[in-house]
């Protein structure tokens, strides 16, 4: 549990469960310690004796349709996708619930923010970001934490599943190209003859300007000569008779 804070840690510890959370993923997956922490709370709405210990795949849906319905009972804002995340042993999403959970039981926030902001994306990408480049997934490893074999038997659509394992190898060659882009030297990544090339362009343009500025002027100075002003004289005449 050293996932949690100290503060949580002890507020797990006062409920004084049957079971202890050593590593929350696994041991929060068939939501049998979910429950137990709400009957601490709601002892005659959620009753233990209609949840299984079991971590078949039918116990751990049991659990969690009971669970589906209370949170619905009460208006919890606990989604799907966040308990689907805790039954398919999902990092991210475990510890999500269990800042949800935290926040419901004790009107109290996280004592610091161990996870992203709630998603409903049940990939690790965030947490791989966070974690140093010897550390993190290859692309097989990271279709294997991402999609589970249970999430496999509990939807079993082949198009929809391989639509997720391309999103994951996808998002996994973008980190990987972040990665050499920041780290080169790392990678062993050498320039190309363009890049160590010199740019001349912006001599070339500075040359151009340079040389169209006389121009110009001349130009505008022609302009102001042919702007002339012309003023009507009236001249005084002497008058003639004519003689009959």
Aim: charged share 25%; proline share 5%; aromatic share 10%.
């Amino acid at each position: 549990m050293s996932e949690f804070p100290r503060e949580v840690l002890m507020w797990i510890q006062s409920l004084d469960l049957n079971s202890k959370i050593v590593v929350p993923k696994w041991d929060l997956a068939n939501g049998y310690l979910i429950a137990e922490i709400f009957n601490r709370y709601y002892p005659f709405e959620v009753e233990m004796t209609y949840f299984n210990k079991g971590s078949s795949l039918y116990a751990k849906q049991h659990n969690w349709q009971e669970l589906s319905k209370f949170f619905k009972k009460k208006k919890f804002d606990i989604s799907q996708t966040c308990i689907d995340g805790t039954m398919f042993c999902k990092e991210t999403q475990c510890m999500q619930m269990m800042q949800l959970i935290y926040k419901i039981l004790t009107d109290r926030k996280w004592p610091f923010s161990v996870v992203s902001p709630i998603s409903d994306d049940l990939c690790d990408y965030d947490y791989q970001m966070r974690l140093p480049l010897h550390a993190q997934s290859t692309a097989t490893k990271s279709v294997k934490n991402n999609i589970m074999f249970t999430e496999l038997l509990v939807y079993p659509n082949q198009l929809l599943n391989a639509r997720k394992a391309q999103k994951i190898i996808d998002r996994h060659m973008e980190l990987r190209l972040k990665k050499r882009v920041e780290d080169p030297e790392r990678f062993h990544v050498h320039p190309t003859l363009g890049q160590q090339t010199v740019r001349q362009q912006n001599i070339v343009a500075h040359k151009e300007d340079v040389e169209k500025a006389p121009l110009k002027k001349a130009v505008s100075d022609s302009i102001n000569d042919m702007n002339v002003r012309f003023k009507d004289i009236k001249l005084k005449q002497p008058f003639i008779t004519q003689l009959q």
